[in-house]
């Protein structure tokens, strides 16, 4: 019998998680069987099976993907060395080139995953698994430039984070509401934001939170130029 290459064996599983991602996407997951994802890629239930032997395990590998894509982006931002081109290149990588979210099929399908979570705890597991990774990956950047001084040092530095992420997951949802809507602009807000350009009016009152004790961030200029 002839050796099956890897290459195949990899192929054909991206090929399932692509068939997986459609009908997910069109009927959500409770109302897609393996049947349908069988019909979908036009490959029989064993040679589905052979490669996930459950819909838990296709999400499982949907995640897995999705990790290995978000490494790959992160690596390639981060290594435009300093802290404002490498926000700059983030941007450019995950909402100004990233073809999936012009998708619908992509953005129905990470809403999909993260409205499953409340009800089913392993989808719940490994999509926090997923966020952990992200900002396991970005908080030291992040960290790092607070220490050059080009981010303000006395926000915490996980919970910039989180709201770069929350931006993230904020268009895609906005993309399933408003197909059209204008990413070049949405990049270009987020750039101002983090180049500093964003806030041209007086700082005005101290907030509740300075009040607490936090610093005032200098204003127009959370980040250096």
Known sequence: MPKVLPEYLELRKQQILDAAAACFARRGFHQTTMQDIC???????????????????????????????????????????????????????????????????????????????PRNARVQKLQAQLLSDVRARLTPFVRAAQEKGDVDASLDAEAIVRVMIAQYQGLITQRLVEP????????????????????????????????NGHKRPEPASALRH
């Not at 987020?190 to 939170?209: E, I, K, N, T």
């Open 39 to 117: 019909r979908e890629v036009e490959l029989s239930p064993g040679a589905v099976y052979r490669y996930f032997p459950s819909k838990d395990a296709i999400i499982e590998g949907m995640c897995t993907r999705g990790t290995e894509q978000n490494q790959q982006g992160l690596e390639e931002g981060m290594a435009a060395g300093d802290t404002l081109p490498a926000f700059r290149e983030l941007i450019r990588i995950f909402f100004l080139e990233m073809d999936n979210l012009k998708s619908f099929e992509f953005c129905s399908l990470n809403v999909e995953l993260i409205a499953e979570s």
């Open 180 to 211: 059209d809507i204008d990413v070049p602009k949405y990049a270009e807000v987020l750039q101002a934001l983090y180049g500093g350009r964003f806030w041209q009016g007086d700082p005005g009152p101290p907030s509740p939170a300075e009040g």
